[in-house]
């Protein structure tokens, strides 16, 4: 991570910098990602999973827990904190990265940049923190062996596809250490990335993926979720939610009010004067919309505004709670955990929402922190869970390529690609934990069955 304080004046040698990682081998060799996956100070999964529904909406839990049982992959899903837990008791470099937090699988997907191109990057940051990069790579490698699992993938091909994503991110961490400074950072993940990390035969689903997306924008949200009404008083026609519970339901009035205080409050921490496009707008509608795994129960707000000559857009307000690694890192205090989420996105991303920002909104007589993003940004995605064999592993390689391009925006590449030193132990150590952790998650998924079928946690689809 960057210093507090610029040292403009003294430039330190690429060897120097690869010299200091390669250092690190000595206390903490790659062959350490290769370990025990179970910690021995992790919480009970029951007792995990029940202090992480305290303080959300308490009508919303069962379905939270539903979601959670359905299979290991979404339980996973909802348990970054509990790996976290498993994680901080292992070994590390001593390099620390801003983190994703939440690496697994399908938290890559396609989304467009302000000029309509259509990207593939980290698309989610709930959990970001500065942590070990470690972390990231061996929760990434551990989805892609539950989502191979879940797609019926025999196990060699899910372990070839952890170890891809490893030796992937450590071959793209080389490659970033000899470019120019300005082209690492600037490069954009689009159409291109999928040759850089030899996964070319994702061609086709990611161009299927980005004409889905290039149509999955505001206005198709209004299509599918809203109806037309006309205000009499200005003569103007415009939209409103129809309810769909329980995932889109109707909030009351003062809810209402106080989301549209928080979009007015939220355009202030827009970059680049971008308030002054978001004014141009006017909120016509507001509803409460539950969404994920990891995040239901927690309060989740999608407004609808009109602009210019029919034009709509849908923003979403999401509650942001503390980083589920929080616990299990020395981070120091967050004064507002949107801010956090807003400022790891924006530094982890190549190109970020332009209307990423955060808000606080005042409801039942708490401060509650929110994101604020559009709803639906030209978003798009290839399902993990339903890849075959001969796709899996090509996914390993574009993920690990992607999160090796994120790290590289906090961590120097040069210092990285010192210590990983073109080992390739390294992805053999990486895939060996990986299914080692996946039948870890499938152990705890079962035991969370078993409390649901004896009662002693409710779950309900709802």
Known sequence: MPEDHLNLRDLVPAEQVRARGKALRERVPVTARDRRAR?????????????????????????????????????????????????????????????????????????????????????????????????????????????????????????????????????????????????????????????????????????????????????????????????????????????????????AEQVADEVIAGLERYGRTLPDGRATLLSRFAVSDVAFRVVGTGSVGLHSYVALLHGNDGEVLVLQLKQSIPSALSPCLPAPPVAHEGERIVRGARLVQAESDILLGWTTLYLDGARLPFIVRQFRNLKGGIDPAGLGADLLDDYGRLAGALLARAHARSLDPRLLAGYLDGDERFEDAVAAFAVRYADQTEADHAELKRAVAAGRIAADPL
Not at 190 to 211: E, H, M, N, T, V
């Open 39 to 251: 910690g021995e100070h992790r919480p009970g999964v029951l007792e995990f999973v029940t202090a992480a529904h305290a303080g959300r909406l308490a009508h919303l839990v069962p379905l939270r827990v539903a979601r959670m049982v359905s299979g290991p992959f979404t339980f996973y899903r909802g348990t970054a904190g509990l790996m976290g837990a498993d994680l901080s008791e292992g070994p590390v470099s001593g390099l620390h990265a801003q983190l994703c937090g939440d690496a697994h699988a399908a938290n890559f997907g396609l989304y467009g940049t302000s000029r309509g191109e259509i990207v593939i990057d980290v698309n989610d940051f709930d959990e970001t923190i500065a942590g070990p990069w470690e972390w990231d790579v061996e929760r990434l490698a551990a989805s892609l062996v539950l989502a191979g699992r879940e797609s019926g993938v025999g196990e060699d091909d899910c372990a070839l596809a952890a170890r891809d994503a490893a030796r992937s991110y450590r071959l793209a961490v080389d490659a970033l250490a000899e470019q120019p400074f300005m082209r690492s950072w600037s490069a954009l993940p689009d159409q291109s990335i999928l040759a850089d990390a030899q996964a070319d035969d994702l061609l086709a689903a990611f161009q299927k993926a980005a004409k889905k997306a290039r149509k999955n924008n505001s206005a198709k949200v209004v299509r599918k979720w809203g109806e037309h009404i006309d205000d009499h008083e200005t003569g103007v026609r415009r939209h409103r939610f129809v309810s769909d519970p329980p995932v889109l339901t109707p909030v």
